[in-house]
């Protein structure tokens, strides 16, 4: 029965790191983004600096943390980046389910647009994986890795 064991414990071990070194070895989940701003979005691209895009679960408290670095990031630049902070917000939940207080926070940052993105739609255009994935377009609406 120990030997079981071992060889099971083994064989998940070998596959996990596989699987860790061949993920890492192909593109991320997120080279799937668009590589521009398409006219699908409702995202508006400024022609005289970089836009980026926050994707984001208004009620997930892991979200918190990209707010905050969204707000140093703004302060930093100061006018030269425009961006926008995407909340989903699923098909049946109440008027103002998304108004959180990440909303609020989102909100209050200079130079941010807080847009609701009803049903996931741009998420999915995105193809947004997870609350809090940021992509950030050049000028020209490019994709910038």
Request: glycine share 6%; proline share 4%.
């Amino acid at each position: 029965m120990l030997l079981v064991c071992v060889l099971v414990w083994f064989s998940l071990v070998a596959t996990g790191l596989w699987l860790l070194f061949a993920l890492r070895e192909h593109p991320h989940c997120c080279s799937r983004v668009t590589t521009a701003v398409a006219g699908k979005q409702r995202i508006q691209p400024a022609r005289d600096h970089s836009t980026l895009v926050m994707l984001a679960h208004p009620h997930c408290p892991c979200t918190k943390a990209s707010i905050g670095e969204l707000a140093a990031i703004m302060a930093h630049c100061q006018g030269r980046l425009t961006a926008y902070v995407l909340f989903i917000k699923p098909e049946g939940f109440s008027d103002d389910w998304e108004e959180s207080d990440l909303w609020q926070a989102a909100s209050r940052i200079p130079g941010v647009k807080v847009l609701i993105d009803d049903n996931g739609d741009e998420a999915r255009l995105f193809h947004a994986a997870r609350s809090g994935q940021t992509v950030l377009y050049d000028s020209q609406g490019h994709l910038n890795l």
